[in-house]
């Protein structure tokens, strides 16, 4: 029975941008090294690297792979933007990922009584996803852009575009 991967990526924006400042381009993003970027997902399917940017997955023919970013302001004050994944080494395992923005009802506790929670509808799930096809490990690039809140205004630019390079190891 096939299921579903979730891999969140967390990014220190603050530190990426400092790093590495601003610039590249969606084509030609600037490489970084694996210090500011942080990935979990569940236990089981995790064969190394929980909460590094070199988290490898096990995963099954068939299997979904989903994964949302997320800076460490919430994606408030900054956001990190996953916008393209594929292949760089290795056996292509999986198929073209796609970003995905979808509607779940999401529970938005009550400030009053935070143990109450409406259900939310406006709130939007973005992610990139993708299907496991075939038996390997496939190396990855992960591009993604930070985009900043303007303290003052409230306007949002983008800052500057970049990528690294995990791994995702198919075991049946």
């Not at 530190?15 to 500011?36: F, L, N």
């Not at 919430?74 to 933007?81: L, M």
Request: charged share 20%; proline share 5%; hydrophobic share 35%.
């Amino acid at each position: 029975m096939s299921k579903t991967i979730n891999i969140d990526v967390m990014f220190d924006t603050v530190t990426i941008e400092q790093r590495y400042g601003a610039g590249g381009s969606a084509g030609g993003p600037i490489g970084i090294q694996h210090d500011d970027v942080w990935m979990v997902a569940q236990k089981v399917v995790v064969d190394g690297g929980q909460a590094s940017a070199d988290l490898t997955v096990k995963a099954l023919v068939n299997d979904t792979i989903r994964w949302r970013s997320e800076s460490l302001s919430g994606n408030t004050d900054q956001a990190a933007i996953i916008y393209k994944i594929e292949k760089f080494s290795g056996t292509q395992v999986t198929s073209a990922a796609e970003m995905r923005v979808t509607t779940p009802p999401t529970p938005i506790p009550d400030p009053a009584n935070p143990t109450h929670y409406e259900p939310n509808y406006e709130q939007k799930d973005v992610f990139m996803s993708c299907e496991v096809l075939e038996m390997g490990t496939e190396g990855y690039k992960v591009y993604f852009y930070i985009v900043n809140k303007d303290e003052n205004t409230g306007k949002l630019t983008t800052f500057g575009y970049y990528c690294w390079d995990p791994t995702i190891k198919v075991i049946g």
